[in-house]
């Protein structure tokens, strides 16, 4: 295999592990097995865990960028719930890292720098994004003591926090409607200020999908 | 020591120990060192560590019942700011528990149990408390789709992960600030329902304390 296939190979399984077991229960020998590759191959490749999970991260972080590219033009309230359902269903894909994120970070400075990274442009790219749905009429300008950044904030602690509290009820995220329940509980944080022209294009979105 | 004192020494000291290094870290050997038991006498007094956790999640429960119990008919917003502002608190206290929340209740059936029962029936309370501040004309009923249920949610969704936000940035929850702003967060969840008279009690609160 070219060295591409085999590190695709790797970080594939490394993810359905992971989501599986969690890192903790997961080696990297354990990984090499399943690929049916040799544990000096695997490394080869990779030098720790610790690197198999950056790079999983920056993989999450292409993903992300690569969507923001389609999403920064697209003022609508139908595009911003795709937006919410689509990060949503990337947190369900990659759920071993948002399940154990805290954790995670703690043992690692550099996955740390790369996620606060991301992160931190992300927000800012979300912020701009509803910065747009206000000057396209879609929604109003939150008023003193609310602002976009605590709006914001709530909608990434929710988004963060979806996926444990349905593990917490034994809830699958394989569940459709629990992604999409997480979506809709994104949008009501934002949607107070909706303008009516707002509210008439989420009625006819509704109409459309019954 | 009478058998409560010594029990008492043990939970505190576990707290303490827990706050600063994990649960992880921390063996029941060493918290019974820290108080300077034998690890006999320690396990007399609990079996596991799983019990010592149980045993302060039973304390976490029993403060937030005590605090319910002289809430639930005062209705006004400046209780209901400082209701956010306690719970953060007790979050902060015990913040080993609400950081390792997911990992400690996959690991404990028996806890995961305690703590489902005391958060439904507190979801219960707060959603009372709510209904409360509807019923005293502080608060309008919000429109569908958005439901009392999903504003409780996306406030306990953001009261789980304030501390791990911190934690994130580095940011100490000791910095008073820290924890007031958590609360702010929280009652920006409920603001755009508040009604006239409840936004001028709110002003009048901030007239006051500035």
Redesign the interface.
Known sequence: MATRETQKLILDTAIELFNEHGTKAISTNRIADDCGLSRGNLHYHFRSKEEIIQTIFQRIDMEMNESWYEDHSTHTLAHANYMFERQMDLCWRFRFFY?????L??NDARL?ILF?DSRHKRVREVKDYIVGLIENDLMVHPRL??TLD??L??SW??T???L??L???DISASDENAISEGA??IL??F???FTEKALAELEEMDTASN
Chains 1, 2 share one sequence.
Do not use: C, G, T
């Open positions: 399940r154990e994120l805290i954790a970070l703690q740390k606060l003591p609310i605590s709006l904030l709530s602690l929710v963060d926090q979806w444990p509290h593990d917490m009820y809709v509980l009501n944080i949607r107070p200020f």
